[in-house]
């Protein structure tokens, strides 16, 4: 039998590692949460491969002299070259491109909650890659979430004879499981250089390929944009890619994979309830209801029981 933890006194707060880490996983679910509401208004206007290369493009362009100002830019270590590959490859271009193009076919909200599967992918992942052991709170949680996401791709939830309808829900899915590979890696990974650093070579080469495959399946860039795909591009640039991907790799380097993949399934939650506010999509009861199951199973697996 174990001894009862510590009293924790009024007047004790949170070591400043934890309130900051708090804080950047916050920003992560609200600025991810909107990103894809944005970002469906985007390719209202844009093709997908395109949107999401100029959105990287300029979330190089707003990190570059920013750490040039700060003397912050620097070369990445060769032992670094891995996770900026990992990252740039299996989540700047495959999971937001994947995402992007999901959005064509079904509504901002489901497109979100779909690509949030990835806890699903992340917890076999981390046990056998990285053996990270989960409480059995963590499992139920995890349950918990996955059955409101499973709610979305039963035999009834869409016309699995259509085919825009399969791509529809496919895609977020598949982008979800290319995340995974990242958020896994991430943990593993010995950084030399700190993310910050890091995040400019990784939009560089992202955008490179990224724009190959644009011209590959899209042709030329586009030449004339509406206003509001220009706003929601300079949004997912300069917040949802710059600032966001740095603050979830942050996250990732200080918490348990498993962790961090129960916290982001805040971003499908909110994410259905902007969609309803700024695109007028409707309150989908199934999404409501999905949203709902998956906020109970991150209150079940937030904190191992003891």
């Known amino acids: 039998m174990t001894s009862a933890p510590p009293a924790t006194s009024p007047t004790e707060r949170p070591a400043p590692m934890a309130l900051s880490t708090i804080g950047l996983f916050v920003f992560v679910v609200t600025a991810w949460s909107l990103n894809w509401v944005v970002m469906k208004l985007a390719v209202q206007d844009i093709t997908p ?146 993310p910050l650093q890091l995040m400019p070579w990784q939009c560089l080469l992202a955008t490179a390929v990224l724009a190959t495959l644009a011209f590959f399946f899209e042709g030329p860039p586009p030449i004339r944009m509406s206003t509001p795909a220009i706003l929601a591009l300079v949004y997912n640039g300069v917040i949802g890619t710059a600032l966001g991907f740095w603050a979830m790799t942050v996250v990732n380097r200080r918490v348990p994979a498993v962790t961090a993949a129960l916290g982001v399934l805040a971003t499908p939650a909110l994410g259905i309830g902007l969609a309803a506010l700024l695109l007028g999509e409707g309150l989908d009861p199934i999404l409501v209801l999905s949203a709902l199951v998956i906020m109970a199973g991150l209150s079940i697996g937030a904190k191992p029981w003891t």
């Open 49 to 194: 491969l395109w949107a999401v290369t100029i959105r990287t493009a300029l979330a190089a362009a707003v990190l570059i002299p920013a750490l040039c100002a700060n003397r912050q830019f620097v070369r990445p270590p060769r032992a670094d070259y891995p996770i900026v590959l990992v990252i740039s490859v299996f989540h700047m271009v495959a999971f937001a491109a994947l995402m992007t193009a999901g959005l064509t076919y079904v509504s901002a909200g489901r497109a979100i909650v779909l690509g949030y599967t990835t806890p699903l992918w992340v917890a076999p992942a981390a046990f056998l890659f990285l053996k990270e052991r989960m409480s059995v709170r963590q499992m139920v949680g995890i349950g918990v979430g996955m059955a409101g996401l499973l709610l979305l791709v039963g035999p009834s939830a869409f016309d699995w004879k259509s085919r825009e309808a399969i791509l529809g829900n496919g895609l977020p899915i598949l982008a979800a499981i290319c995340w995974s590979v990242s958020i896994v890696y991430t943990r593993a990974h010995r950084w030399t250089a700190t």
